[in-house]
């Protein structure tokens, strides 16, 4: 027998061997090859060194399907995983599913990892398993390891922990009194910096229950309360993560139906919030209810735009026919760092309105009380520095003014406005918002929001004044995409502006596609200068 022969033998059987193992291996990844499944992760759930499950099988879902095909060995694990748990009750379970960036999730979860992690959180729970033992988290990864079918195996990972109360999420709860409007086991989470709410199911079944009470008790108000870390990076246009992520609830509410005025946004820094194992913020939100009567006690509060500049839960007092106020030391303090805040924005002007009722008598030198409070106030700010000519004096004439025990609660109202100099910079050319390229999100920054809170400031001080947003692009796309884009573009600017509180209908938003390049498209910056919105505050 020739070498040659034996050669050609040899080639014949490696490649039978080669295509065996391609089709056993790869394109039939459940058959069985020399007694081992191929490519079918061993699903394995171990308490420490223990092992609690271990068998050569596990869940399997199809590409961008959040519901598991269970075989028998694998609902038997879930049954001896069950089992262990209400064996050991001091041991609590996170289920973390995994999610790629190309699949599409049609689930009511913010990703699938969630979804698919949640489905087995059921299947727990149907075996008597309670939830607040259960956690779920997401983890992206590149891609899932998807056989011909578009299908794969895994995508969950498993780990056993002591449970401890305190170390579980918060429960999602709303008190009323000693009423208990809200009370579930889940809560709002947060992604480190984020401002977006991941809500599950229950925890928005919640919500709507929450808002439903609201409608039925229509002399009832809403505080939401949002925490947020000294370490969080706030790429919002509110002055910090807290009143952002509690505006991001409030305008959920709103959209069930509850009058924004009944919904008032507050913040606390909290250096210590809770975590998922995912790393993700929980229980951060606070919500009280209040009777209308209680919550709408005048406050002292001054802004500056979206900037609170005082906020004060006291208030001045003035006594009937008295143009004197009586501070508290609360007061007296706000009324010292307003005067600060005039100090370093010599760029703003404060507009003080006198209130007074048609019934007081007037022993002053001025027209009416209103004028003489405002004008004693004013007296109030020059002895703390502040230059005269900053300060306006008005007066108005209130028949609703709060009166208690012959005491007048506030009495006067506060405006922030924009100098003469400030409005001349702001309305004399348009402003240049730059974006990235296919992009229309827009990059934040400290000067960005001040100027924001600028525009703010002096739309309230004229209401003739209105913006003027013009999307512009680079040459890359066809100029349907780009003239889409530019719109975009505005409209992100529009959302930023109406977020801190300046009316949709004073903002006009347009765009110019590609038409109208600042500089040649020819070079990268060309192309930067190009991708802008142009806002002009006329």
Same mark, same amino acid.
């Given at each position: 027998?020739?070498?040659?022969?034996?050669?050609?033998?040899?080639?014949?059987?490696?490649?039978?061997?080669?295509?065996?193992?391609?089709?056993?291996?790869?394109?039939?990844?459940?058959?069985?090859?020399?007694?081992?499944?191929?490519?079918?992760?061993?699903?394995?759930?171990?308490?420490?060194?223990?092992?609690?499950?271990?068998?050569?099988?596990?869940?399997?879902?199809?590409?961008?399907?959040?519901?598991?095909?269970?075989?028998?060995?694998?609902?038997?694990?879930?049954?001896?995983?069950?089992?262990?748990?209400?064996?050991?009750?001091?041991?609590?379970?996170?289920?973390?599913?995994?999610?790629?960036?190309?699949?599409?999730?049609?689930?009511?979860?913010?990703?699938?990892?969630?979804?698919?992690?949640?489905?087995?959180?059921?299947?727990?729970?149907?075996?008597?398993?309670?939830?607040?033992?259960?956690?779920?988290?997401?983890?992206?990864?590149?891609?899932?390891?998807?056989?011909?079918?578009?299908?794969?195996?895994?995508?969950?990972?498993?780990?056993?922990?002591?449970?401890?109360?305190?170390?579980?999420?918060?429960?999602?709860?709303?008190?009323?009194?000693?009423?208990?409007?809200?009370?579930?086991?889940?809560?709002?989470?947060?992604?480190?910096?984020?401002?977006?709410?991941?809500?599950?199911?229950?925890?928005?079944?919640?919500?709507?229950?929450?808002?439903?009470?609201?409608?039925?008790?229509?002399?009832?108000?809403?505080?939401?309360?949002?925490?947020?870390?000294?370490?969080?990076?706030?790429?919002?246009?509110?002055?910090?993560?807290?009143?952002?992520?509690?505006?991001?609830?409030?305008?959920?509410?709103?959209?069930?139906?509850?009058?924004?005025?009944?919904?008032?946004?507050?913040?606390?820094?909290?250096?210590?919030?809770?975590?998922?194992?995912?790393?993700?913020?929980?229980?951060?939100?606070?919500?009280?209810?209040?009777?209308?009567?209680?919550?709408?006690?005048?406050?002292?509060?001054?802004?500056?735009?979206?900037?609170?500049?005082?906020?004060?839960?006291?208030?001045?007092?003035?006594?009937?026919?008295?143009?004197?106020?009586?501070?508290?030391?609360?007061?007296?303090?706000?009324?010292?760092?307003?005067?600060?805040?005039?100090?370093?924005?010599?760029?703003?002007?404060?507009?003080?309105?006198?209130?007074?009722?048609?019934?007081?008598?007037?022993?002053?030198?001025?027209?009416? &009380? !209103? #004028?003489? *409070? =405002?004008?004693?106030?004013?007296? %109030?700010?020059?002895?703390? +520095?502040? @230059? /005269?000519?900053? $300060?306006?004096?008005?007066?108005?004439?209130?028949?609703?003014?709060?009166?208690?025990?012959?005491?007048?609660?506030?009495?006067?109202?506060?405006?922030?406005?924009?100098?003469?100099?400030?409005?001349?910079?702001?309305?004399?050319?348009?402003?240049?918002?730059?974006?990235?390229?296919?992009?229309?999100?827009?990059?934040?920054?400290?000067?960005?929001?001040?100027?924001?809170?600028?525009?703010?400031?002096?739309?309230?001080?004229?209401?003739?004044?209105?913006?003027?947003?013009?999307?512009?692009?680079?040459?890359?796309?066809?100029?349907?995409?780009?003239?889409? &884009? !530019? #719109?975009? *573009? =505005?409209?992100?600017?529009?959302? %930023?502006?109406?977020?801190? +509180?300046? @009316? /949709?209908?004073? $903002?006009?938003?347009?765009?110019?596609?590609?038409?109208?390049?600042?500089?040649?498209?020819?070079?990268?910056?060309?192309?930067?200068?190009?991708?802008?919105?142009?806002?002009?505050?006329?």
């Amino acid at each position: 027998m020739s070498t040659r022969f034996l050669l050609f033998v040899a080639l014949v059987f490696w490649y039978i061997f080669s295509m065996y193992w391609y089709v056993c291996h790869i394109k039939d990844h459940a058959c069985n090859c020399f007694g081992r499944k191929a490519s079918i992760p061993h699903l394995i759930i171990k308490d420490g060194d223990k092992e609690v499950v271990n068998i050569p099988d596990n869940f399997k879902f199809t590409h961008s399907g959040a519901t598991p095909t269970i075989s028998n060995p694998v609902q038997a694990a879930l049954g001896t995983l069950g089992n262990y748990l209400q064996q050991n009750p001091q041991r609590s379970l996170l289920i973390t599913g995994s999610y790629a960036p190309d699949e599409t999730n049609n689930t009511p979860f913010n990703n699938l990892g969630i979804a698919r992690a949640n489905a087995v959180k059921q299947q727990l729970m149907a075996q008597g398993i309670p939830e607040n033992r259960m956690q779920t988290d997401a983890r992206e990864v590149s891609k899932m390891p998807l056989f011909p079918d578009k299908t794969f195996f895994g995508g969950l990972d498993f780990a056993l922990n002591p449970f401890a109360g305190n170390a579980l999420p918060p429960r999602f709860m709303v008190l009323d009194g000693s009423k208990t409007v809200v009370d579930v086991p889940g809560n709002f989470t947060f992604a480190p910096s984020g401002t977006t709410p991941d809500i599950a199911p229950d925890v928005q079944q919640a919500l709507a229950t929450l808002a439903e009470y609201l409608k039925t008790n229509t002399g009832k108000v809403l505080t939401i309360t949002g925490g947020y870390g000294n370490t969080e990076k706030n790429n919002t246009m509110f002055d910090n993560l807290g009143l952002a992520r509690a505006d991001a609830l409030k305008q959920k509410l709103v959209a069930m139906g509850i009058a924004a005025d009944r919904i008032q946004v507050a913040s606390q820094q909290n250096n210590a919030l809770p975590q998922t194992a995912g790393k993700q913020l929980t229980g951060v939100l606070n919500f009280a209810i209040a009777n209308m009567a209680e919550a709408t006690l005048p406050a002292f509060t001054v802004k500056d735009g979206s900037e609170t500049v005082v906020d004060v839960k006291d208030n001045l007092k003035f006594a009937l026919s008295s143009e004197k106020p009586v501070m508290s030391a609360e007061v007296q303090n706000g009324l010292s760092a307003l005067a600060q805040y005039l100090k370093n924005h010599p760029d703003r002007r404060l507009k003080i309105t006198g209130n007074y009722l048609p019934n007081e008598k007037n022993n002053t030198k001025f027209a009416n &009380l !209103g #004028l003489a *409070r =405002a004008e004693a106030l004013k007296q %109030q700010l020059i002895a703390l +520095g502040v @230059a /005269a000519n900053q $300060i306006d004096t008005d007066t108005r004439l209130n028949p609703s003014l709060p009166v208690n025990n012959g005491t007048i609660s506030g009495g006067i109202d506060w405006l922030l406005q924009v100098s003469e100099a400030k409005k001349r910079d702001l309305t004399a050319q348009s402003r240049t918002l730059y974006f990235d390229s296919g992009k229309s999100s827009l990059a934040m920054t400290d000067e960005l929001r001040q100027y924001f809170r600028d525009v703010k400031t002096y739309l309230e001080q004229d209401p003739k004044a209105t913006v003027n947003l013009t999307g512009h692009t680079d040459d890359v796309g066809s100029n349907a995409a780009n003239q889409r &884009l !530019g #719109l975009r *573009r =505005a409209g992100e600017v529009k959302n %930023q502006l109406t977020r801190i +509180g300046i @009316a /949709a209908k004073k $903002i006009t938003p347009s765009s110019k596609g590609e038409t109208e390049p600042v500089q040649s498209n020819a070079s990268p910056e060309g192309k930067q200068a190009n991708r802008r919105v142009e806002m002009l505050v006329k």
